[in-house]
């Protein structure tokens, strides 16, 4: 850690005011409850190796801090856009402990939903006489173009009871 770890962070990550928290809530999702209070935990543990508050002109030159913090949910496209702010909100069930930690030291955040390639475009189709929202691209396993209903984002953390089997969001 010392001759690795400590002169990398103290290099790269020290002058940074801005952070952006890429999470990949999607794929917590598809491994189970398990899977989701490890990612909290981390993401907690995470953000307690940086140094936030307040940034001036001074300390911007001098002793940087992050004063803003953006949490980021990946893979936005692996979901219909009807989906987004469900998306959105699972994050931000997420991530309360982490942000109450930080919004204490006076931290702006925010949580978003993004995808930094697109690799599925919206679909309709039609089930049972209704139009419902799909999406259309090449699925990563083997590689199939396929147009399916990928399933709805919880807008909570769901119960242990309410897993089973619920959610299996697919790579493009």
């Known amino acids: 850690k010392r ?5 990398f962070f103290r290099d790269h990550f020290a002058r940074l005011d801005r952070q952006i928290v890429l999470v990949d809530c999607l794929s917590a999702l598809n491994v189970g ?3 989701v209070q490890d990612m909290q935990e981390a993401l907690t543990l995470i953000l307690k190796s940086f140094s936030y508050g307040k940034s001036g002109i001074l300390t911007r030159l001098f002793r940087p801090k992050i004063d803003r913090v953006l949490f980021a949910a ?3 496209d692996h979901v219909t856009p009807n989906q987004y702010h469900n998306l959105e909100l699972f994050l931000r069930r997420l ?3 982490a942000r ?3 919004q204490f030291q006076g931290i702006e955040t925010e949580c978003l939903a993004l995808a930094s ?3 599925t475009e919206p679909a309709v189709a039609e089930f049972q006489g209704q139009k419902i929202s799909c999406l259309r691209g090449i699925r990563d396993s083997d590689k ?6 990928p399933g709805e984002v919880p807008t909570e953390i769901p119960a242990a009871s309410d897993w089973h089997d619920r959610f299996n969001f697919i790579d493009f």
């Open 144 to 149: 199939t173009l396929v147009a399916l209903f």
């Open 95 to 97: 991530v309360t402990e």
């Open 117 to 119: 390639v697109r690799a």
């Open 100 to 102: 109450n930690e930080i």
């Open 3 to 7: 001759v690795v770890v400590t002169p």
């Open 74 to 76: 990946t893979k936005a």
């Open 33 to 35: 409850p398990e899977c």
